[in-house]
């Protein structure tokens, strides 16, 4: 197991009190395949440097986990087909 921290930026179109249910998405995925979520921080909306898929502005969650190195990919794929998911960054902690 490696620890990660996952920085995902959720459209501003999904609703506030829908926010925790995907969250919850994230956090249920990660568990599922053997991995445990350490920390949620949600940052609320933020001004998005540059525009994405017309959204000037978005909601920005951070996620500290622990995951076995084989399941990051199914991870990121897993974030990369959800369209409330505007963008994410996955990065591993330590050495």
């Not at 459209?11 to 925790?20: A, D, H, I, K």
């Given at each position: 197991m490696r620890d990660y921290e996952l920085i995902v930026i959720i459209?501003?179109?999904?609703?506030?009190?829908?926010?925790?249910a995907h969250l919850d998405k994230i956090s249920e995925f990660i568990t599922n395949k053997g991995g445990s979520v350490t920390e949620v921080e949600r940052w609320g909306k933020r001004k998005l440097a540059y525009p994405i898929n017309h959204f000037r502005e978005g909601n920005y969650v951070l996620t500290r986990l622990k995951l076995k190195p084989g399941t990051t990919a199914e991870l990121e794929a897993n974030l990369r087909i959800s369209e409330k998911v505007l963008r994410h960054l996955l990065v591993r902690l330590g050495e």
């Open positions: 459209s501003p179109e999904v609703p506030e009190e829908e926010l925790p």
